[in-house]
């Protein structure tokens, strides 16, 4: 009998009002892989994943982690069960330091505050942070406080990672180097879901896509088939704007 | 070298007061440790967590109350009424806490103004606490555990000894896990949870300490000053002071409630002095104008303004 998935989640369905942003969307995640999660805007991805992590609990549907059922858990039970997550927009602590925004992370399993700097220095050190320790968060860009709720989501030590748009704004070269960084992470035993407009981040990271389109899993797959699926294409070509950033990516002028 | 100036400057500032030898500067003195006692309470819960309670005064007048009330009934010293005092306004931070930290928004600074201002009115209407009138306390010292004395001297002691527990407890806080969790929940909810902080709790402890703080301040005033009614320790007057003077020197600093008091209270003795009572309608105005001025110039507050933070905890 193959062991329990890490993650799953059956029939998710978040509805504001009337509308539902995630409507009835499935995933099952093993230990191990990494999970690519596309759809053009508005499929609903980040509300899914707000699900996922407890940021916002789902209307209907169950969610299991790491063997518990924490479907209406809040967020930081999801945390201390070892599921982390970067936000899109990103929420980092403006007028703490770096160090201590990764510190705040640190500290949920290492309760001195010597062993939580010593572990955010650690983690500082593999974001490639170190020098801005010292630096208001409030000060840096978009990349950098992306970058840096990385490095806060990892100093938690989570089994799951949840990375939504982390690589958005970033140039081709940056996107490169994260490619490796998040390689990094997995060979380091994280399980990984990523959200990603970025067709090449998905399919040189990715071993399995997901299809969002309108709070439905419309495809999943192996990346390659995934992206010629006619659903898929008919999903991004129905919205100009993804299907844009779809065909741009695919084919770099 | 540091430590050393820093020990000198506090033995000055200690021994000041008894130098001077002027019983009204002595009681402006030991005043403004008074108000930088509840000020560094509060600042626990509205500076360090960023939650702004605007009704302290409850738990500071529960303090107060507390203190005379068994003197009251008992006869006992109006010390021995801080520890009720502290209780009841644990059971008050639970009431006002519990239900509105799960919310986001204001709802806890609404809460507490309405709760000050419910618990005012019924005070002011309730026999037991001397309704309008309030309470008085001993009207000749009967012996040492009355803390009734003529000089503001001992005062001055008192509150001092008082303010640096707070402090080191304060300092102790900020630095360890608490500090830090506190400081993430003001900078964002939602990003704290992400990171396994459990906001509720956090907010509950802060609060806890800041209102057990706040009740103590409360019954220190009631031992000075011998006498409460519902304005002077439940008004929404002492609530404000809280704010200001925390918000003044720099709330979530250390020492941001200290300089606010020591700029705050001469500025108010002196302007009661000059245009004589307890000129509250003029402090009114004032409290207004530094609202305005610390909302429009140093969110920060003056230490922020100096550069003068102590150095991170980190
Ligand atoms: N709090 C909310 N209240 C109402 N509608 C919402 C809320 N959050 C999201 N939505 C709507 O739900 C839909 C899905 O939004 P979501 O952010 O999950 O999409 P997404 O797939 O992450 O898109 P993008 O690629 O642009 O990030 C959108 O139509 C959005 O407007
Ligand atoms: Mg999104």
């Known amino acids: ?253 | 070298m540091r430590i050393g100036l820093g020990v000198a400057a506090v033995v000055l500032l200690l021994a000041a007061p008894a130098a001077v030898g002027d019983p009204f500067i002595q009681r402006v003195a030991a005043l403004v440790l008074l108000t930088a006692i509840s000020a560094s309470a509060w600042n626990l819960i509205g500076g360090y967590a960023g939650q702004v309670s605007i009704g302290h005064a409850v738990f500071f007048g529960a303090g107060a109350y507390a203190s005379l009330l068994v003197f009251k009934l008992f006869a006992w010293p109006p010390i021995a009424g801080a520890p009720f005092g502290i209780a009841v306004s644990l059971v008050l931070a639970l009431l006002i806490g519990v239900p509105t930290f799960r919310l986001r928004g204001h709802y806890f600074s609404m809460a507490t103004i309405a709760v000050a201002e419910l618990i005012r009115i019924v005070v002011g209407n309730w026999p037991l606490l001397g309704a309008a009138v309030g309470l008085m306390g001993p009207a000749v010292p009967r012996g040492l555990a009355d803390l009734s004395f003529l000089s503001p001297l001992p005062y001055f002691y008192i509150f001092a000894a008082v303010e640096a527990a707070l402090l080191w407890v304060t300092w102790a806080m900020a630095r360890s896990r608490t500090g830090y969790y506190l400081r993430a929940v003001r900078a964002g909810e939602r990003a704290a949870l992400s990171l396994g902080v459990p906001v509720l709790r956090y907010k509950l402890v802060a609060l806890l300490l800041s209102a057990g703080f706040t009740a103590l301040a409360g019954s220190l005033y009631a031992v000075m000053v011998g006498y409460v009614d519902p304005e002077s320790v439940l008004g929404i007057l002492v609530s404000v002071q809280m704010v200001i003077v925390a918000a003044l020197g720099g709330a979530g600093t250390l020492f941001g409630p200290v300089l606010g008091a020591v700029i705050l209270v001469p500025v108010q003795q002196a302007t009661n002095a000059a245009f004589g009572g307890s000129g509250s309608g003029l402090t009114y105005i004032v409290y207004g104008a530094i609202i305005l001025a610390i909302a429009r110039f140093r969110p920060g507050g003056l230490l922020e303004l100096l550069h003068w933070r102590p150095r991170r905890a980190a």
Request: glycine share 10%; with cysteine.
């Open chain 1, 1 to 253: 009998m193959p062991p329990e998935p890490l993650l799953e989640a059956t029939g998710i369905v978040k509805a504001f009002g009337s509308f539902r942003a995630v409507d009835g969307a499935g995933l099952t995640v093993r230990e191990g892989e990494i999970v690519g999660l596309i759809g053009p805007n508005g499929a609903g991805k980040s509300t899914f994943f707000n699900c996922l992590a407890g940021d916002t609990q789902p209307t209907a549907g169950l969610i299991r982690f790491a063997g518990q059922e924490v479907t209406r858990a809040p967020a930081d039970a999801h945390a201390r069960a070892g599921m982390a997550r970067s936000f899109q927009v990103p929420v980092t602590f403006e007028d703490m330091t770096v160090l201590e925004n990764v510190m705040v992370g640190a500290f949920l399993r290492h309760p001195h505050r010597r062993d939580a700097r010593e572990r955010a220095r650690e983690m500082l050190e593999v974001t490639g942070l170190a020098r801005q320790a010292e630096a208001r968060a409030g000060g840096l860009g978009t990349p950098g406080r992306k970058r840096l709720e990385i490095a806060r989501a990892l100093a938690t030590e989570p089994r799951l990672l949840l990375l939504d748009e982390a690589l958005a704004g970033l140039n081709p070269t940056e996107v490169r180097d994260a490619i490796g960084f998040v390689r990094g992470l997995h060979a380091r035993g994280i399980t990984l879901i990523v959200v990603e407009h970025i067709m090449e981040v998905i399919l040189s990271l990715a071993e399995r896509a997901v299809v969002f389109n309108q709070g439905k899993v419309i495809a999943e797959g192996v990346p390659r088939a995934v992206v010629d699926d006619p659903a898929v294409v008919e999903a991004y070509i129905g919205r100009s704007l993804a299907g844009r950033r779809l065909r741009r990516r695919r084919n770099p002028p």
